[in-house]
C-alpha cells in the first residue's frame, strides 16, 4: 500500500497537466478577436464602444450630442415626436405654445393665445407692438396703435380725455408746467436732452448737465458718478458705480460670462480639462454646446444676447451699447421716464424704442432700433 501512493500522486498531478482537471479553465474561443479600437462603419468609437452616430440617441450626428428625451434620431439629427419643434433644449409643441407659436422665438403679445401655430387675442383686443390692448380704453394706445393720452388723459370710446390742469396738444394730454415736450406751450421742447420741465421752465432738474444733455450720473455708462467717466464694455453704471453687467461676473479685474468662461466656468478660476469636458455650458463643463449655443473657442454663447460675443465669436458690444437680436445698438438711459411708451426716447434720440429697464438699472432706457434685448 504504501508502494502505490506515489504512483497515485504522480497519476494526479499527470491528470493536471494534460487538462483532464474539470477546475482548469476552458480554452480560449478561437473566434474572439481583441478589440483594436476600430468601429466597422458606419459606427464610431464612443467611449470605449462603438455607436452607430446616425440612429445612436446619445451620440446623434456626433459622441456626446444626446437628444431631448422622448425624441429620435434619424440621418444623425434629433428629432422630436408628433412634430413637435426642438427649441432651446426642449421639445415644444408650436402649435400652441404662446413661446413658440409656429416657430422657436415667435413669441405671442401679452395676452394673446396660439392656437395651429398663430397668434391671436380676444375679440375686443388689438394687437399693439408685443401686447393685446383695447383701443377704446387703453390710454397707451386709444382708438389706434401708438396713440398715447399721456398721463394727464384717460381713453374714453377710443377718444382722450383730458384731466383738470391738463391740455391737449396734438391729441395727447400735456402740463405745460412738467412736459418737457412741450413746456409753456405746444410743441415748445426743451433744446436740451432729457432736460426736466418745471413750472414751465426749462432745466436739469435732479440730473446733471453733461454737454448737450441732462445725465443720471447714477446710472448713465458714460457719465458714471461724473462727467466723462466712461464704464468699460463689460459694465454698466449702478448708483454712480462702474459694475460688471447683468451676467458678468468680475474676476479679478475682468468682467468674464461664468456661464460660458471655460477658464472661470460657472465660478472664478474652476478651469474645464482641456480633454474630455474642454467646453463650458451653462456653468458647467461639456462636450458640446445645447441647442440654441454656439461654440466660440471654449466657450458655448447665445449670440443673439452676448454682449461679449453679439452675433459672432468674438464681436464684444461697446460701452452703451446692448446685444439685440445678435446686433450691438446704442442705448442711452430714459432719464424723465418711469415705464414705457417713452415719448422722450423719439423726441431725443431719433430711430429708438423705449424698452424696460435691463436687469440691475432702475430706468427704462432708449435702444437705437425697433427691438429690445
Known amino acids: 500500500m504504501r508502494r502505490l501512493l506515489p504512483l497515485v500522486l504522480l497519476l494526479s498531478g499527470c491528470a493536471t497537466l494534460i487538462g483532464l482537471d474539470d477546475k482548469e479553465p476552458a480554452p480560449e474561443d478561437a473566434g474572439s478577436v481583441p478589440i483594436d479600437g476600430a468601429c466597422p462603419s458606419p459606427q464610431i468609437a ?14 446623434c450626428g456626433g ?34 405654445d404662446p413661446m413658440n407659436c409656429g416657430a422657436c422665438g415667435k413669441a405671442c403679445p401679452t395676452g394673446a393665445t396660439c392656437a395651429a401655430g398663430t397668434c391671436s ?7 399693439c407692438g408685443a401686447a393685446c390692448v383695447n383701443l377704446q380704453s387703453d390710454a397707451n394706445h386709444c382708438g389706434a396703435c401708438g396713440t398715447a393720452c399721456g398721463p ?26 412738467t412736459d418737457p415736450l412741450n413746456c409753456g406751450s405746444c410743441t415748445s421742447k426743451c433744446p436740451t436732452k432729457f ?20 445725465a443720471d450720473i447714477a446710472a448713465d455708462p458714460v457719465a458714471c458718478g461724473a462727467c466723462g467717466t466712461t464704464c468699460s464694455a463689460g459694465q454698466y453704471c449702478n448708483a454712480g458705480k462702474c459694475v460688471c453687467r447683468a451676467g458678468l461676473t468680475a474676476c479679478g479685474a475682468t468682467c468674464v460670462d461664468t456661464r460660458a468662461d471655460a ?23 461639456s462636450k458640446v454646446c445645447t441647442a440654441g449655443r454656439t461654440a466660440c473657442g471654449n466657450s458655448c454663447v447665445d449670440l443673439k444676447s452676448s454682449v461679449l460675443n453679439c452675433g459672432a465669436c468674438g464681436k464684444a458690444c461697446l460701452t452703451g451699447e446692448v446685444c439685440t437680436g445678435g446686433i450691438c445698438r446704442a442705448y442711452t438711459p430714459a432719464v424723465g421716464c418711469t415705464t414705457c411708451p417713452c415719448p422722450l426716447c423719439a423726441a431725443y434720440v431719433p430711430g ?22
Open 46 to 59: 464612443c467611449g470605449g464602444t462603438c455607436v452607430d452616430p446616425s440612429t445612436s440617441l446619445a451620440n
Open 63 to 96: 459622441c456626446g450630442r444626446a437628444c431631448l428625451a422622448g425624441s429620435t434620431c434619424a440621418a444623425g439629427t434629433c428629432t422630436c415626436p408628433g412634430g413637435r419643434l426642438s427649441c432651446g433644449g426642449a421639445c415644444v409643441d408650436g402649435a400652441s
Open 121 to 127: 387675442c380676444a375679440a375686443s383686443q388689438t394687437v
Open 152 to 177: 394727464g388723459g384717460d381713453c374714453v370710446s377710443g377718444k382722450c380725455q383730458c384731466k383738470t390742469g391738463f391740455d391737449t396738444c396734438g391729441g395727447t394730454c400735456v402740463s405745460f408746467r
Open 195 to 214: 432736460a426736466a420741465c418745471t413750472d414751465a421752465v426749462c432745466g436739469c432738474g435732479t440730473a446733471t448737465l453733461c454737454t448737450d444733455r441732462c
Open 263 to 285: 477658464s472661470n466656468c460657472g465660478g472664478c478660476g474652476n478651469v474645464c480639462s482641456m480633454g474630455v469636458n474642454q467646453r463650458c455650458d451653462g456653468g458647467s463643463c
Open 352 to 373: 429708438s424704442s423705449c424698452c424696460p429697464a435691463p436687469p440691475g438699472h432702475k430706468q427704462p432706457i432708449c435702444v437705437v432700433g425697433d427691438t429690445c434685448p
